[in-house]
C-alpha cells in the first residue's frame, strides 16, 4: 500500500512541474503575441460600474478610468441604495473631473437575486453608446486600455472580449495572500485553459460587449439569477454564435480582504462557483496543487531515496515559476520576496478547493445564498 501511495504522489508531482512550465508557455503565447493593429476608427464607448460599498482603493480605482486616452466615452457608475457610502466617491470623482461624462444612477429596483446584474441592467438601459464595458469596481487601468481591448471587439464575428488580470494589495496579511493566489494560480489557469479548449467564458475584470449581442441573449434579465454573472455572460455570447476573445492586455486588482476567515469565506464563493461552472475541469486541478503533493511526500516518504528528491525538485519550480508568472508576464507590483509566501496561499487554495465540494452555500456582501442547478442561486433568508 505505502509502494502505490508513493507511486501517486510521484505522479502528482511531475504532473504539477509539467503543469507549472506548461502554464508559463501558455502565458507566453497570450501576452507576447502581436498586438492589435491601431484603430482606424474609435468607436465611443460606455463604460458600466455597478458599486456596492466604499473600499478605500475605491476612488483610485475609478479615477483610472477618468484618465483613459480615448476621444469619446461615458462612464456611468450605479448603486442599488441612495445611502451607499459609494454616492460620495462618485460625486468627488464628478467634481474632480469635469471634462468627462459620468453619471450617477441610483436604482432601487432588483430583477433578480444578483443585485450587481440589477444595477447593470438598470445601467445598460441608460448607456449611450453601442460598445459597453464592464468591469468591477476593484479593477484600475491604464490610459491605453481602451485602445488595447476595443479593436478585436470590432470583428464581425467577436461578440465579446475578456481579458487576464493581476492583484496587487500588499497589505493587509490576508489581501496580499489573496493576490498571490490570483496572480500565481487561478490567472495562469485562464492561459492555460485558453490554449486546451474554445473560449466560451468571461471575467469581471473586463467585459466588452456589443449591445445587440447583449440584446441576442436577452440582455441582463437572462443574467439575473446566476451568481457567476461574467461567466454566464460569456457562456450565452457564445452560445449564440460569437466569439468570445481573450486579448493580450492585463488589468489589475486590489483584493479588499482585511481578515483571514474573510479571505476563506471570498475564496470559498469563487471555489463553488468554478467548481458550478466547469466541474470537469474544475476537478482536473486536483493536479496542479504540486505543493500539497510535496509536503505529503517529505512529510510520509522522507526516507525513501526519490520522493524527496522530486518534492523539493517541486517546491523550488513553484516558486521560479509563480515569481516569474508574477513579476515577467503579469508585471505585478508585489514585492518580490512575498513570492515566497506562495506556499502558504497554495496550501489554504488546497483547502478552499476542499472545502468547495462540502456544501453548496456562498456568502456574497450581507447575503446567503444556495447555489442550484446550473449556476443559479436563491437568497436564504
Not at 126 to 131: E, N, P, Q, S
Request: hydrophobic residues 45%; contains cysteine; positive net charge.
Amino acid at each position: 500500500m505505502a509502494f502505490f501511495f508513493s507511486l501517486l504522489i510521484a505522479g502528482l508531482l511531475l504532473a504539477a512541474c509539467a503543469y507549472y512550465l506548461f502554464s508559463l508557455y501558455a502565458a507566453w503565447c497570450l501576452l507576447h503575441r502581436a498586438s492589435s493593429p491601431p484603430l482606424e476608427t474609435t468607436p465611443p464607448v460606455s463604460l458600466l460600474k455597478p458599486l456596492k460599498g466604499a473600499p478605500p482603493d475605491l476612488y483610485a480605482n475609478l479615477a483610472t478610468f477618468c484618465q483613459l486616452k480615448y476621444p469619446v466615452f461615458q462612464l456611468l457608475c450605479g448603486v442599488k441604495d441612495p445611502h451607499d457610502p459609494a454616492v460620495t466617491v462618485v460625486q468627488r470623482l464628478q467634481q474632480d473631473f469635469p471634462d468627462r461624462d459620468i453619471a450617477l444612477l441610483v436604482t432601487p429596483e432588483v430583477i433578480g437575486p444578483n443585485y450587481k446584474v440589477s444595477t447593470l441592467h438598470h445601467l445598460f438601459r441608460a448607456a449611450k453608446y453601442d460598445l459597453c464595458v464592464i468591469t468591477d469596481s476593484d479593477i484600475r487601468v491604464e490610459p491605453h486600455y481602451l485602445r488595447a481591448i476595443i479593436p478585436p471587439l470590432l470583428a464581425a464575428e467577436v461578440g465579446l472580449v475578456t481579458c487576464p488580470y493581476r492583484a496587487s494589495a500588499s497589505h493587509p496579511f490576508p489581501a496580499l495572500l489573496e493576490s498571490l493566489i490570483i496572480t500565481t494560480s487561478f490567472t495562469p489557469s485562464i492561459f492555460v485553459a485558453r490554449l486546451l479548449e474554445p473560449t466560451t467564458y468571461a471575467f469581471g475584470a473586463t467585459l466588452a460587449v456589443k449591445r445587440h449581442c447583449l440584446t441576442a441573449i436577452g440582455g441582463f434579465t437572462a443574467l439575473a439569477d446566476y451568481l457567476a454573472d461574467d461567466y454566464y455572460l460569456g457562456y450565452l455570447v457564445a452560445h449564440s454564435g460569437y466569439r468570445v476573445c481573450i486579448v493580450p492586455h492585463v488589468v489589475e486588482t486590489r483584493p479588499d480582504v482585511g481578515t483571514l476567515s474573510g479571505l476563506l469565506s471570498h475564496q470559498l464563493r469563487w471555489a463553488r462557483t468554478q467548481r458550478t461552472c466547469r466541474p470537469a475541469g474544475y476537478c482536473g486541478t486536483f493536479v496542479t496543487h504540486g505543493t500539497v503533493w510535496a509536503l505529503c511526500g517529505l512529510s510520509f516518504f522522507w526516507s525513501t531515496a526519490v520522493l524527496p528528491l522530486l518534492a523539493v525538485v517541486t517546491l523550488w519550480l513553484r516558486l521560479v515559476t509563480a515569481t516569474v508568472m508574477g513579476k515577467v508576464f503579469l508585471r505585478s507590483a508585489l514585492p518580490l520576496r512575498s513570492f515566497l509566501l506562495v506556499p502558504i496561499a497554495d496550501v489554504i487554495s488546497f483547502l478552499v478547493w476542499c472545502l468547495s465540494f462540502c456544501g453548496n452555500t456562498v456568502r456574497w456582501h450581507e447575503h446567503t445564498f444556495r447555489i442550484v442547478e446550473n449556476g443559479k442561486m436563491v437568497r436564504i433568508g
